[in-house]
């Protein structure tokens, strides 16, 4: 396999992975917007979000999500998943300063998928499989 189709599948796999994880996310808005207003108020601390604005960010999530999939518009598109989970990540500061309480271990996971996520926007001009021009 050349080095170049090598590329082209680690960045898919890297692209359609980081995609699984942030559309898990996006469906809890809808599948359960309660929990993602709880989200939001601890991490974010955003309080007060009713149903309604949590279905309305999640169906602004899901619509770039969607082009980030297919990989549409990806400057601003690879650029807004970037920034969604580097937010996420950050926000995250007091879960990495006690790692071993509760489930906090498993917050170390977002620091390699935020990598992805930059891997994916710095090589979006190479990111070419499956992909809407």
């Given at each position: 396999?050349?080095?170049?189709?090598k590329?082209?599948?680690?960045?898919?796999?890297?692209?359609?992975?980081?995609f699984?994880?942030?559309?898990?996310?996006?469906?809890?808005?809808?599948?359960?917007?309660?929990?993602?207003?709880?989200?939001?108020?601890v991490f974010?601390?955003?309080?007060?979000?009713q149903?309604?604005?949590?279905?309305?960010?999640?169906?602004?999530?899901?619509?770039?999500?969607?082009?980030?999939?297919?990989?549409?518009?990806?400057?601003?598109?690879?650029?807004?998943?970037?920034?969604?989970?580097?937010?996420?990540?950050?926000?995250s500061?007091?879960?990495?300063?006690?790692?071993?309480?509760?489930?906090?271990?498993?917050f170390?996971?977002?620091?390699p998928?935020?990598?992805?996520?930059l891997?994916?926007?710095?090589?979006?001009?190479?990111d070419?499989?499956?992909?809407?021009?």
């Open positions: 396999m050349s080095q170049d189709k590329l082209q599948f680690s960045l898919l796999f890297l692209r359609v992975s980081v699984l994880v942030m559309f898990m996310w996006t469906i809890d808005k809808f599948i359960n917007p309660g929990h993602a207003a709880k989200v939001y108020e974010y601390y955003i309080g007060g979000l149903h309604v604005i949590m279905y309305a960010i999640g169906a602004v999530e899901m619509v770039i999500l969607l082009l980030f999939l297919v990989g549409y518009l990806k400057k601003y598109t690879y650029g807004a998943v970037l920034l969604f989970h580097a937010v996420s990540t950050l926000s500061f007091k879960q990495y300063l006690a790692p071993f309480d509760g489930p906090n271990l498993l170390f996971a977002a620091w998928m935020l990598a992805a996520c891997t994916l926007f710095l090589l979006r001009d190479q070419k499989q499956l992909t809407v021009n």
